[in-house]
């Protein structure tokens, strides 16, 4: 049932049986000076342009990078923010209105930065009490009006927040019960959601300096995952069990489904939807590094697919140009002394066999993948050589053939 629905839903988007195509993956930035990490890539309102950005450190100073792909070529990089202090929990938010955010933490300051129809605007500084928080982390989305939602959790383990309205941050609102301690928290166009010693909850951040209103989601101990970029999906481990469920947003309630009924402990979930918001896709990671991915075809979850036996960051889209879904994680096979980039391509009625992005390295870490509507693709990682002591960011790029 769940194949025959996606082999309808296939057909009547593109009757094409176009799968993509990947290039050599380039260097965009290599040294033996700084240490780079934390990538993230987007494509521009211009559907074959993208955006990069970055974070590169040394000993007494830390820089924030980007480079712009302008269709033919990748701009030289040029930096976004630079400090004498640490620069730690860089969090990126997506949304409609081609804005898209990125947030960071540096000398106990939550900022932010705007990037809108190609350009970057002047970095935000936030209210916030930090003190002394540096590695706090920061839960940020954008709603759907292009304002830039931002929440993290203060040293009394509090749910914080502040919306961006044009370039003026709101004050700094609540958003947990008062006197629960938060553990994590996920932001999403007009919902966080957080977790306690009591379950799992939600509010609409949206509707601060108003009457905030509380929903619990799950009664019991468990840990949210990830929420989708439109809000409408969440996955979580129930504690007791150690199930993996996932909660859908649907006619103004939410609804619940046991996605992996195997006790396990998991790590480093996605979730990702289609254009027609019937189309789900997740992907997650078991302590022992084994990759798992699991179809959602509007009614049921498929029997979750082991697609590798020894990996990390697994990262996963669905191409709205065609349904297909793209699956992609870092090997790290004990056996095999270097990491590669791997990806796997779901077409009815199967998922293709695992091919390489990149070549083999001891470090590589960061994966991030995005997709346009016409089915382009990209994905980004960091690279770490120890012999000569280079750190670099490299891009792969893939279309539709």
Known sequence: MFFLKWMVIFFSVHALPAAVHWSPPEILFSSTEYTVEAPYIFFDEMPNQLELVWLVSKEGQSSLLSSHFNGTTWLRPTTLYTTAATISSLSFGRGCEETNVLCWISSESVLAAKYRRGIWCNTITLPNGLENQQNTHLSTAVSKTGNPLIAWQDKNCQLQGVTLNQETPSPV??????????????????????????????????????????????????????????????????????????????????????????????????????ANQENIASIWQTTTGMIYTSLWDGASWTIPKMQYHKGTCPRILILSYNQHVLAAWISC?????????????????????????????????????????????????????????????????????
């Open 173 to 274: 609102y609540h958003l947990n019960k008062n006197g629960q301690k938060v553990v994590s928290s996920l932001m999403g166009p007009n919902i966080a959601i957080y977790n306690t010693e009591d379950g799992v909850f939600s509010v609409d951040p949206l509707s601060y300096p108003s009457l905030i209103q509380h929903a619990q989601l799950f009664p019991l101990p468990a840990t949210p995952f990830c929420l989708s970029i439109d809000g409408s999906i969440f996955l979580f481990e129930d504690h007791r069990s150690h199930y993996l469920i996932g909660g859908h947003w649907k006619e103004g309630k939410w609804f619940y489904q046991i996605i992996d009924p195997v006790s396990r402990n998991r790590m480093n979930a996605c979730v990702t939807t289609g």
């Open 333 to 401: 096979d004990p056996n095999l002394k270097e990491a590669v980039v791997m990806v796997s391509e779901w077409s009815f009625p199967q998922w293709t066999s695992p091919i390489c992005l990149s070549p083999p390295g001891e470090e590589i870490s960061d994966l991030q993948i995005s997709a346009n509507e016409l089915g382009d693709v990209v994905a980004v990682w960091t690279r770490q050589i120890k012999e000569t002591h280079h750190a670099m960011v490299e891009v792969a790029r893939g279309v539709l053939f």
